[in-house]
Structures are given as C-alpha cells and as structure tokens.
C-alpha cells in the first residue's frame, strides 16, 4: 500500500531555533501534500496545502513567513518552523494524496512530535 | 465556514458493548472517509463512503452515509481492546480538495 515517510518522528529544539521536517511519498507521486498540527486530544488541524512547483495555500489565521513549505518535487515536500517558540510545540502530520486522485484517501506520515524549550 | 461536527467526544465502554460516533456537515459532501488513530500513532484511513444511502461494513464496524449526504455514522458491535483509539471522520466538500476533519471520538474500552 502507498507509504508516507515523516522525519524525524521527534525533535527538541531550543527556543528561536528553525526546525525542518520532511515528508516523502515512498511509492507513488503526490502533487498535493498537506500539513496538520494536532494538539493532546485534538483534531487535525489542516495548516496548508503544499502544491509541487508552486507556492503553498496556508489556512486562515497560519502565518506563512513563520511555516515555510516547500515542495520541491512529487515525492518530497518539507515545512520548516521558523524561529521557533514554546508555543509551536505541537505534533505535526504530513498527509499525501495519490496524483491524479482527488477523491482517494490520503496517506498520512506517522507525525512529527516537536518539543521547544 | 465549512464544519464537520462530530460527536461524541469521549466514549468509554465495556468490552462487548457496541459504540456508535455521528458526524453531522454544515454543508452536502462528496464523500466522507473515517480514521483511526492509535494513542501515539497517526491516522490510519478506514474507508471511504460516496453513494447517498450507501452502508458498508468491515467485520464488527459498519458506516453509513446519509441520503442526504451531509451526515455519517460508524457503529462498532461488541468492542474489543484493540478497537481503542480516536476515530475521526473527514468530509470532502462537493468542489473541493482538502478533506474537513470532524473533532473525533475517543473511544476507551475497558476489558
């Protein structure tokens, strides 16, 4: 079945520092990757909508010069938090949908848990 | 704007007991699809429902999709300890192309 790789599962990173995290579609191509930041307990909250070979489409209220995402081919696309604070420790999903397939399911990475001290 | 609401939120059974979590959208959907996720885990994708009136089942769990297609439902009968988790149900808005997740249901079973 199709396989979403996250890296890395986990980090700690200190305050102000950047974090990148990675998410790979292993056996299919995905022209449309999305990013979720769950809370304890919570939902998925969907943050953007990472597009190859164009910009991402951020969701109200997420600031794009603080999430970078970049999709850079259409097996990879990355977010980046910069300048990171105590506030953006969260768990953060990546999910992939199969190119082609607007309908089908997607294909979660297992999340990355980020802690910031 | 568009919402998925789903309840309830917490669920705790004893093993054998069924379990049943309703979703209810603001707006007609083109499909629903349903997660489950493990404590620590990330969603798994359970199935995926299109067809106004349609049902489905999977050995003890059975979704349904209103014939309206604006609501949604999966029943669970006689709950093991491995049906524990938080199952989300995600609806795709006619026109769209990102999936609306509702809030989830944790279900707690205890044996």
């Known amino acids: 079945g199709a396989v979403v790789s996250q890296h890395p599962s986990w980090v700690i990173c200190k305050s102000g520092t950047s974090v990148k995290i990675e998410c790979r579609s292993l056996?299919?191509?995905?022209?449309?990757m999305f990013w979720y930041r769950q809370f304890p307990k919570q939902s998925l909250m969907l943050m953007a909508t990472?597009?190859?070979?164009?910009?991402?489409?951020?969701e109200q209220g997420v600031e794009k010069d603080k999430f970078l995402i970049n999709h850079a081919s259409l097996t990879l696309s990355t977010l980046t938090v910069t300048s990171a604070h105590p506030e953006d420790s969260s768990f953060y999903i990546c999910s992939a949908r199969d190119k082609g397939r607007n309908n089908s399911p997607l294909h979660f990475g297992n999340g990355t848990r980020l802690t910031v001290t | 704007g568009q919402q998925v609401m789903q309840i309830p939120q917490y669920q705790h059974v004893q093993e054998g007991e069924d379990f049943t979590t309703y979703c209810n959208s603001s707006?007609?959907?083109?499909?629903i699809q349903w997660y489950k996720q493990r404590p620590g885990g990330h969603p798994v994708f359970l199935i995926q429902?299109?067809?106004?009136?349609e049902v489905k089942k999977q050995k003890r769990l059975t979704f349904q999709f209103g014939e309206a297609k604006k609501n949604s439902s999966l029943h669970i009968t006689a709950t093991q300890t491995t049906d524990v988790g938080t199952y989300f149900c995600a609806g795709l808005m006619v026109g769209g192309n990102k999936l609306v997740f509702g809030a989830g249901t944790i279900l707690r079973v205890k044996s």
């Open positions: 056996d299919f191509q995905a022209t449309t």
């Open positions: 429902l299109v067809k106004s009136g």
């Open positions: 707006t007609t959907l083109s499909n």
């Open positions: 990472s597009n190859e070979g164009s910009k991402a489409t951020y």
